[in-house]
């Protein structure tokens, strides 16, 4: 597959790797050079610098011919904005959103952008484990 991700954080990072060491075609773009440190020496993709709401950076990562577009960084404008983009702009045909607001999680799932929230997630999690015996 050829996938593209937009933000590589603690998340973006793991799963470039882990993307890559299966055998598939990964592009990181993120706006801190800094950012790539995560993904070591032997990162077997490409790491792209710059915005990712920008269409000519989005073709540059190669996204008119993504099978998966994953917006993670750690701004949910920036990441529905992009995802939005990928989606209708691009056609992708699998778009992934973090999004951290809970009630912006239910308008974007409703609408049939592959979303996760990260606050409800934790918030479960959490939950389940206060409330085992």
Same mark, same amino acid.
């Given at each position: ?38 993904l070591g020496d032997n990162f077997a993709g490409t790491a792209l610098l710059g915005n990712g709401i920008d269409e000519d950076m989005l073709k540059r990562a190669g996204i008119e011919d993504a099978d998966v577009f994953c ?6 404008? =920036?990441?529905?904005?992009?995802? /939005? +983009?990928?989606?209708? !702009? ?13 009630? =912006?999680?239910?308008?974007?799932? /409703? +609408?049939?952008?592959? !979303? ?18």
């Open positions: 597959m050829k996938i593209v991700i937009l933000g590589c954080g603690r998340v973006g990072s793991r799963l470039a790797l882990q993307l890559t060491e299966e055998g598939n075609e990964v592009t990181v773009i993120d706006q801190a050079s800094s950012a790539f440190t995560r917006a993670l960084t750690n701004g949910d404008n =920036r990441n529905i904005m992009s995802a /939005e +983009m990928a989606q209708h !702009v691009f056609n992708v045909p699998k778009v992934i959103c973090r999004i951290y607001d809970p009630i =912006r999680f239910e308008v974007y799932r /409703e +609408m049939g952008l592959g !979303v996760i929230c990260p606050t409800i997630m934790g918030t479960e999690s959490i939950h389940s484990l206060l409330m085992k015996d």
